[in-house]
DNA sequence: AACTATACATAAGAAAATTATGTATATTTG
DNA sequence: CAAATATACATAATTTTCTTATGTATAGTT
């Protein structure tokens, strides 16, 4: 597990590229697949997933469905065709964003390619 | 300029990378190398970098010494050997971060050498 | 039967940043 | 040379985002 401070700003890419790909999801199964992806070096915490979740919903980046598994009930969240494009344009600034932090943090490796220059 | 909530958690390791590379630095120096290494991409605000450098001298993580330059103060901060400590460490914990949370953002590029797999 | 996992939710508080404001000197430009 | 911009610090109010704690309930495992 990493630092508390060193996930901020992190957990609404991550959610966005799962149902990017995963098309349908419920909060529990997202924190389980990160944790699965990131070999249990990211766990996201409930209070932290749920509130984000539901903001999402009310700003209309994902609708929610709700189904029942025997007496428990799931809460599935897709993406809109909005949140797509919101999701697609996120994860690329994120992505564009690590490689520039790149630049400060680790100065040797310019393009991410090795010994390029 | 990336959106406002990409950078969080991010400004520590790289104050403390830079006060690595360079030994000794002010307040607005930072700010513009940052800017100069990013070409602009990251703009570091007055209002996150006073209070987080004073909180990091509280913490025994820097030094400061002042300097007069005509009538102007510069307040040079520079790395304790604790604090040299410490900002290897975070550095090294942010970089293992990002090739983490590519696994999730960026499932394609296991090993950040390309197709290797 | 007790413990762990699944599955949701919210509330109080902390941490980290934004935005705005303030002060003052130095340099550049029209 | 006046005005605008750059250099250089600082802080306060607010917002955003997360942690920690708590609560409820069903399902599965030991």
Known sequence: MYSKEI?????????LKLLQEQNRMYGYEITQRVKELTEGKINITE????PLLHKLEAEGVVTTDLE???KR?????KLTSDGS?????LV?????????IKHV???NLKSGYGLSK
Chains 1, 2 share one sequence.
């Open 7 to 15: 996930l901020k700003g992190t957990l609404k890419p991550i959610i």
């Open 73 to 77: 009930v799931r809460k599935y969240y």
């Open 85 to 89: 494009t919101i999701a697609q344009d």
């Open 47 to 50: 209070g932290a997933l749920y």
């Open 68 to 70: 029942n598994i025997g």
């Open 92 to 100: 690329e600034e994120f992505l564009d964003f690590m490689v520039t």
């Open 105 to 107: 943090l680790d100065p």
